[in-house]
């Protein structure tokens, strides 16, 4: 089992930055891949951007250029640092891990959710 606490979010202007941060405990070491999805109200949940163990990432088309993930493996943590935020990034974001082995079933573990909120 992999237990993730998220930190960061808030109130931000449009244009402004914010910078999440995501925590892992517990079977650290099966870790895969790390990475954000946020959900809007309304909406389904959404991919935002993941990193791998070796350093791949994948980022949403509506982010790229604006937000960057990075990943610390040896503190189990990933962190998402959002610039020239805009009004429809406004959502609450989910920290996610996929562990496991990699030949055995994916299983995937989720944070609480932090709200992010930017103000137009």
């Known amino acids: 089992q992999v237990q993730l606490v998220e930190s960061g979010g808030g109130l931000v202007q449009a244009g402004g930055s914010l910078r999440l941060s995501c925590a892992a405990s517990?079977?650290?070491?099966?870790?895969?891949?790390m990475g954000w999805y946020r959900q809007a109200p309304g909406k389904q949940r959404e991919l935002v951007a993941t990193?791998?163990?070796?350093?791949?990432?994948n980022y949403a088309d509506s982010v790229k250029g604006r937000f960057t993930v990075s990943g610390d493996n040896a503190k189990n943590a990933v962190d998402l640092q959002m610039n020239s935020l805009k009004s429809e990034d406004t959502a609450v974001y989910y920290c996610?891990?996929?562990?496991?082995?990699?030949?055995?079933?994916?299983?995937?573990?989720w944070g609480q959710g932090t709200q992010v909120t930017v103000s137009s």
């Open positions: 996610n891990a996929e562990y496991g082995h990699p030949l055995g079933p994916r299983m995937y573990s």
């Open positions: 517990g079977s650290t070491f099966s870790i895969n891949v």
């Open positions: 990193i791998s163990k070796g350093g791949t990432t």
